[in-house]
């Protein structure tokens, strides 16, 4: 009798641990099924950290509707861009143990230096998707996808048509005589032709010091002489021409503009100061909600009198990329494969961002001026490519610095050139 009872004891306490185990498995599968945002259990908090402050707004209000649909899911939107240093700010991120989630990422050299904290989106559901120029900046030697491209932009001079027309100009610049014409027929009729940002490093340093970069017969192979020491800045033809880029647009610039920031250079432009402005679609939303009625469109930034100068630089500004080591990897996957497969998402890419999708199955409706200019210009393949994720680290910064002494006339250009490559030499 008492053998009986034991063993009666003995299979109620292993029926009681077998329960405590399926109740544990069960909690644990709950907590899983919560973190893919089904609407039970915990709510987790997505860090992200971007650095296009032009679509801040828009890209809360679109993290708003994906909560909505994703009520586990909340992600927390922090914007530093439009003069700040972002690259320096990601960094202080990472060196003080508040690593995003989702961050933005330059790729070529950026990924090179960033790919350690990368996750691999190769096999995403989107990547079959992105546009064959989207693929190229985040992809390494092995064939592996690490960013989402954003979009694709453009940039060149942007120009106010009605400007144009009350100063005369019948036919827009495509060369530098053309442009200088321009610029002084503006003058002549009391209109400050450009605005001019050479307060912003990026400005000056990265997007106007890419021309004659993007005007090399083969750009790639420029910048590879450039670290090997088979080229050079002193001696070459475009960087030479460059010189007449800078002094045409400082000129005829507005006042100070080695001290003008990026919000007051599109300002200027926006409420009808100025007729051009070196920047590019990104900018169309600024201007807009200044001048809803602005008539613009783009212009290039020639280097010389050349049918081939009117092109403009085409590229994906900056990708998507998670940081593997997060703790909610698969919620910010989700994140991102929403963004640019959901109806809601594509519609505030297009309409809402004004953005160029770099993706096949998102159609490009609803651009502005700018972005279509933009478009037009892809189409025709008149387009040069985006060089300064190729330069060395940091580069760009000290090559602006340069920029503004010339400009300043601190020193002459001769000097100017063999500080870029003093510059390249000291940081490649």
């Known amino acids: 009798m008492k053998k009986l009872l034991l063993l009666c004891l003995s299979m109620l306490l292993v029926l009681g641990i077998m329960a405590g185990c399926a109740s544990n498995n069960k909690t644990e599968n709950t907590g899983g099924e919560s973190d893919s945002g089904s609407g039970d259990g915990e709510v987790v908090t997505l860090n992200m950290f971007q650095f296009k402050v032009e679509i801040a707004d828009q890209l809360q209000a679109m993290i708003e509707e994906f909560e909505k649909e994703h009520p586990n899911i909340k992600v927390k939107l922090e914007s530093v861009g439009g003069g700040a240093d972002y690259g320096a700010a990601l960094k202080a991120k990472f060196a003080s143990g508040e690593e995003p989630d989702i961050f933005n990422n330059g790729g070529f050299k ?116 450039l670290y090997d020491g088979s080229t050079s800045f002193v001696g070459n033809e475009q960087f030479e021409q460059f010189k007449e880029v800078i002094d045409t647009e400082v ?41 809803p009625d602005m008539n613009m469109g783009f212009l290039p930034i020639p280097l010389n009198d050349d049918a081939s100068m009117d092109v403009l630089p085409v590229g994906v500004p900056n990708n998507w990329v998670l940081n593997k080591d997060s703790e909610h990897l698969e919620e910010a996957k989700t994140f991102l494969n929403w963004m640019v497969s959901s109806e809601t998402g594509k519609r505030y890419i297009t309409e809402e961002f004004a953005f160029i999708p770099a993706f096949d199955n998102i159609e490009a409706k609803g651009l502005g001026d700018l972005g279509q200019s933009i478009l037009e210009y892809s189409k025709a393949e008149k387009t040069i490519p985006w060089t300064w994720f190729r330069w060395p680290d940091g580069a760009n910064k000290e090559l602006a610095a340069t920029i503004q002494e010339y400009a300043a006339g601190k020193i002459d250009y001769d000097t100017a050139l063999e500080k870029f490559q003093a510059t390249w030499d000291n940081m490649k």
């Open 110 to 225: 950026e990924l090179e230096l960033w790919k350690e904290h990368l996750a691999d989106l190769s096999n995403e559901p989107w990547a079959e998707h992105v546009l064959p120029i989207g693929k190229v900046p985040t992809t390494d030697e092995d064939g592996k996808l690490y960013g989402m491209p954003v979009n694709l932009e453009g940039y060149g001079f942007v120009y106010n048509k009605d400007l144009f027309e009350k100063a005369g100009i019948t036919e827009t610049p495509k060369t530098l005589t053309e442009l200088k014409a321009a610029a002084k027929k503006l003058e002549d009729a009391g209109i400050k032709a450009f605005s001019a940002g050479y307060g912003e490093w990026w400005v000056i340093g990265q997007h106007l010091l890419n021309i004659p970069f993007a005007q090399q017969k083969d750009p790639d192979a420029f910048i590879e002489g």
């Open 251 to 291: 000129k005829y610039a507005n006042g100070n503009p080695l001290t003008t920031d990026y919000n007051t250079q599109v300002t200027l432009f926006a409420s009808g100061e100025t007729a051009m402005l070196q920047q590019g679609n990104w900018t169309e939303n600024m201007i807009t909600e200044i001048n």
